[in-house]
């Protein structure tokens, strides 16, 4: 039968440039996400912001759209706007350093939930797979 495992819960990070008015916040919150403009991917979570914004009552300025997250990336560092990028995305760039942005966590959290879907038959290649994923995601 095929079936969904979640494997990691990838939690979402506004990114901003350097000297934007949130980046002495420990956090950022919907209310002072009021206004901004937003970029967002099109790698399809455009839904899961929409929930977001509308659940919390944001309302933006404007909603942008990069093909990629490394043009967002560089898109914000211009100071054209703000964006959100879960922590995947964002890892090779805060490694190298490349990304000359700063991220915040938002409360409440927003993140995407990454997972398999899989025939699994009971195989023990499949199930051994399955949790070289989820040991590999922690």
């Known amino acids: 039968f095929q079936e969904w495992i979640p494997l990691k819960n990838d939690p979402y990070f506004i ?3 350097k000297g934007h008015r949130l980046t002495s916040r420990d956090c950022v919150t919907p ?3 009021m206004g901004e403009t ?3 991917s099109t790698d399809g979570t455009g839904p899961e912001l929409e929930k977001y914004f509308e659940k919390n009552g944001i309302i933006i300025s404007s909603t942008l759209t990069a093909n990629s997250d490394h043009t967002m990336i560089h898109m ?3 100071g054209l706007g703000i964006g ?3 922590e995947l995305s964002l890892e090779g760039f805060l490694e190298t350093g490349e990304g000359g942005v700063i991220t915040k966590a938002v409360v409440p959290p927003l993140h995407r939930v990454l997972g398999v879907a899989a025939h699994f038959d009971g ?3 499949i199930a ?3 949790t070289c994923l989820k040991e590999t995601l922690q």
């Open 15 to 17: 990114i901003l440039p």
């Open 31 to 33: 209310a002072d996400l």
């Open 38 to 40: 937003v970029f967002r």
């Open 76 to 78: 914000v560092k211009q």
């Open 84 to 86: 959100f990028l879960p």
């Open 123 to 125: 195989s023990p290649a």
């Open 128 to 130: 051994r797979f399955i």
